[in-house]
């Protein structure tokens, strides 16, 4: 690795951007038609056969471009691992990006089937479905590709693989050396990978690590992100009665599950929003240089509210990007009895809620969950990670179950950081505008174990529209994002390096 050497060179950074658009245009058209077949096999992120299927297609097509390929096993679904040949003279670009997808229930989807990609055109307020033959030489970038991970991820493996086409045909050379890890199991948090990057460290060996994965800014405009919130979840169940009771007979009398689990709740939070549990957000501290950039993000809080039609934001934080550095406490489902049709005039007999709890850097996955069950804990609760028994039940007044989830750190890179400051550039010169950089993203992406153990620099390039649906009924890519995903690419592995 040729660090010392890579960095002084920023000093003298050329980039060799401006490649022909109608170059570009072409190589959307095959994309289209890799994207398409990438998406037919199903890739649920549960279902191991899947996976397998994904794992043929991409050692097939890193293959046919010339890359060296492994499958790396694991102790649960197998990392896919492509490089191009080293060269000791370069540094060393290692790319993450994932290949499953979440489940898929085809009955919420405005199309048959959600792994068979549907064209569609804008239609006033939506869009209808239109004939692949219509596409022709002058590509529609308005257009749409719906389908499971269109957006979330394919589409950006498409994107890498025909860049490189590109980069073949006009005979360019590759600066760097490039190496390729793609997760088999991104949307089920990735368990196995601190382990796995631990195993395989010298293959995966480099200097910096680009994650192509989510959705540039709502302005559109080329997008780098220096770090995403981690999670962890937690499970409270709250009990009543043994069985269901008639809440003519108990009810006043029969504990009520649903208004124990409520009152726990809004204990944890004030009428701002803001989480109540001392220690909660101890350690988090925002300078100045750090405001100036966050609140340099072209984002409108009044347009977002517009959007998701709410009138007043919470108060963690002065605005959205402010909000983002702190960790979340979010109620993300609840259940109790039955509702709606089927509701039923009975004391049910528990309730429960799911939480998550996106982390920032600053902040322990396992140091919060303690601080949520010992806040629980003071407000008179036994706390059980089972499910209580008749006799321990007998014995407290109220008992809860809280069942734990694994932690998937945060990650963030400083603002100033070379390699950050390298990106910027190259995407600021192939696309001719400023560069948005985002220090913190909402999501999470499960790289801290990069980072950990290769110590190297890490940093999110996101590549499709934020309006894509991802995780959702209905995903989709906007066609321009495919130009976008090979322009950025193509910047990104023709920067000279003096």
Known sequence: MKKAAFLLSLLIFTSVSGQDDMAIKSQVASAITELREFIAIPNDALNADDIDDNVFWL?????????????????????????????????????????????????????????????????????????FEELNDDINYDWRLFGRSTSDDKSPIVMFLNTIDLLKKEGKEIPFNVKVILDGEEEKSSKPLPKAVKQYRELLEADFLVIADGPVHASGDPTVVYGCRGITTLTLTTYGPVKPQHSGHYGNYAPNPGFQLAQLLASMKDADGKVTIPGYYDGITISDAVMEVLRSVPDSDAGISDQLQFKSAEKVGGFYQEALQYPSLNIRGMGSGWIGDKARTIVPESATAELDLRLVVETDGNRLKKLVKDHIAKQGYKVFDHVPTKEERMAHDKVVTVTEGSVTDAFRTNLDNPYGQFLVKTLQESFGKDVIQIRTTGGTVPIAAFINELKIPAFIVPMVNPDNNQHSPNENLKIGQLAYGIKAFYGMLTSELD
């Not at 197998?78 to 003279?89: G, S, T």
């Open 59 to 131: 050692k097939r097509k890193f293959g046919e471009r010339g890359f060296n390929t492994a499958v790396l096993d694991t102790e649960n679904m197998p990392l896919f691992f492509a490089a191009l040949p080293v060269d000791d003279a370069k540094p060393t670009l290692l790319l993450y990006m994932h290949f499953d997808g979440q489940s898929v229930d085809p009955s919420k989807w405005d199309q048959p089937n959600p792994y068979e990609v549907v064209l569609k055109a804008p239609d006033g307020d939506g869009f209808k479905t239109i004939s």
